[in-house]
């Protein structure tokens, strides 16, 4: 996750960015993250656990830890909203960890979202790479999209300074060569409400790195 895009930094806006490598299927003496299971497909996510705030935690490794704020607004509409972005946030890094195998994202995305998602999670460092360490979800907020009706905009802070990539094949530890201000960002989804009332993500919205993003460094 180190000089890899997150969630909302890999798509500005939904379909729009799109990696051209092949995702390459791991043989069978690919390194599994620990923790990891097979790949899963739409539905609920394998041996995930539900969180007292209504989200659902991945099943990471014990070499990962996902702190994700337990903020949720008083308006019982908003927080589902927010707890669908938190959902997909969390689907879409465990996606990653698992070296894009896992769909799980989907259950949290528009049709037209699916595509992008699609094709960031084929990119060389997500289906070559892993990772280890902590990550920090943090002052979340929400307010409603200033463009569309109805939509909210949900943004948090995104720190992956505690965590490092691994390659997928050995697990080893690869160097980071990123910037240190890249590991402090805030992130953003529009969410919409689909034709059953139930709240998906239909874009991201474009990252803010610190120092722009002051509140996002600890």
Not at 23 to 46: D, I
Not at 110 to 132: C, H, I, N, R, W
Request: proline share 7%; glycine share 8%.
């Amino acid at each position: 996750m180190r000089a890899r895009a997150t969630a909302g930094a890999a798509l500005l806006a939904v379909a729009l960015l799109a990696a051209t490598a092949c995702s390459a299927k791991p043989t069978a003496s690919t390194f599994t993250p620990a923790g990891g299971g097979s790949s899963a497909g739409s539905g609920a996510v394998p041996d995930a656990a539900s969180s007292p705030g209504g989200y659902v935690m991945p099943p990471f490794g014990k070499n990962v830890h996902i702190d994700m704020t337990s903020w949720l607004p008083t308006d019982t509409d908003q927080a589902q909203a927010v707890n669908a972005d938190k959902n997909y946030e969390l689907a879409f890094l465990y996606a990653e960890y698992r070296g894009g195998q896992d769909q799980s994202w989907e259950n949290y995305v528009s049709p037209v979202m699916k595509t992008g998602v699609q094709q960031s999670l084929q990119a060389t460092d997500v289906t070559t790479e892993s990772f280890t360490g902590t990550i920090k979800y943090f002052d979340m907020s929400v307010i409603p999209d200033p463009l569309v009706k109805g939509d909210l905009d949900v943004s948090t802070c995104f720190d992956n300074a505690g965590s490092s990539n691994t390659d997928i094949t050995t697990g080893k530890v690869i160097p980071d060569t990123s910037s240190p201000n890249s590991h402090y960002v805030r992130i953003g989804d529009e969410l919409r409400k689909n034709s059953t009332g139930q709240w998906q993500v239909v874009s991201s919205l474009p990252a803010v790195y610190y120092p722009q993003a002051k509140q996002c460094k600890p």
